[in-house]
């Protein structure tokens, strides 16, 4: 069975410091990972994606996540927080491309 | 290209009643979505389709049912909705491309069920 563990429920940073997000997975296939950004009363926005190809992947809006198979993780970062990445994030894995399995969300709040 | 589109945004029911939501996509995907979103909870997938004709169960599947009579269109049915049914629902779909998977997400349906 495939699961998605996403560590802390609410991040809070200052604006101009760094994000980390954390997010570890099980699945019994080497599966792809993607991280979604969702704003308030939006619906879900894909940031980036592992699909097996480089470690280090690189999305939208400056956030990158590197896929560690042996820590089954795929942490989002972003070097400087914006006020505009207040939002709320989740962390999905795909086994075989059919079903999406997602975490249950981390809320990034910003601070000025 | 409209992308995911859902109908409505908004709705209100009574305990009893039933209603229809709508799902479309013109981006000639063959999967298709339906997830329910609740705080704290994530997105849970209640039924999806694999193609035209096609339905499966998800996670959360009971008080639901699902038609795909259309390629780009996913129907979502609540025959008597139940407050415990009272979510955003998302519908979103996808293309497998080699192992270039991604879901595309419509803006939502807010449903509260009294």
């Known amino acids: 069975a495939q699961s998605v563990t996403q560590l802390d429920s609410h991040v809070s940073v200052s604006e101009g410091t760094p994000v980390l997000l954390r997010c570890n997975y099980s699945?019994?296939?080497?599966?792809?990972l993607f991280w979604y950004v969702q704003h308030p009363n939006k619906g879900l926005q894909l940031l980036l994606k592992?699909?097996?190809?480089?470690?280090l992947v690189k999305g939208i809006n400056g956030f990158e996540a590197e896929f560690k198979k042996s820590e089954t993780s795929f942490h989002l970062t972003k070097p400087s927080a914006h006020m505009s990445d207040a939002a709320e994030y989740f962390c999905?894995?795909?086994?075989?491309?059919?079903?999406?399995?997602f975490g249950p969300g981390t809320r990034l709040s910003v601070l000025p | 290209n409209a992308g995911v589109t859902q109908t409505p945004k908004f709705r209100v029911l009574k305990t009893g009643q039933s209603m229809t939501l709508l799902c479309a996509q013109d981006m000639n995907h063959e999967y298709m979505y339906w997830y329910r979103q609740d705080p704290g909870m994530g997105l849970r997938l209640i039924h999806y389709s694999v193609g035209e004709g096609t339905t499966a169960k998800g996670e959360v599947p009971d008080g639901y049912n699902v038609s795909r009579l259309k390629k780009q269109n996913f129907l979502l049915g609540l025959e008597s909705a139940a407050p415990s049914q009272t979510s955003v629902y998302f519908c979103?779909?996808?293309?497998?491309?080699?192992?270039?998977?991604?879901?595309?997400f419509g803006p939502g349906t807010r449903l509260l069920v009294l």
């Open positions: 699945s019994s296939y080497s599966p792809s």
């Open positions: 979103a779909s996808s293309s497998i491309q080699g192992s270039q998977e991604t879901q595309y």
């Open positions: 999905v894995v795909s086994p075989y491309g059919q079903n999406f399995v």
């Open positions: 592992y699909t097996s190809a480089a470690t």
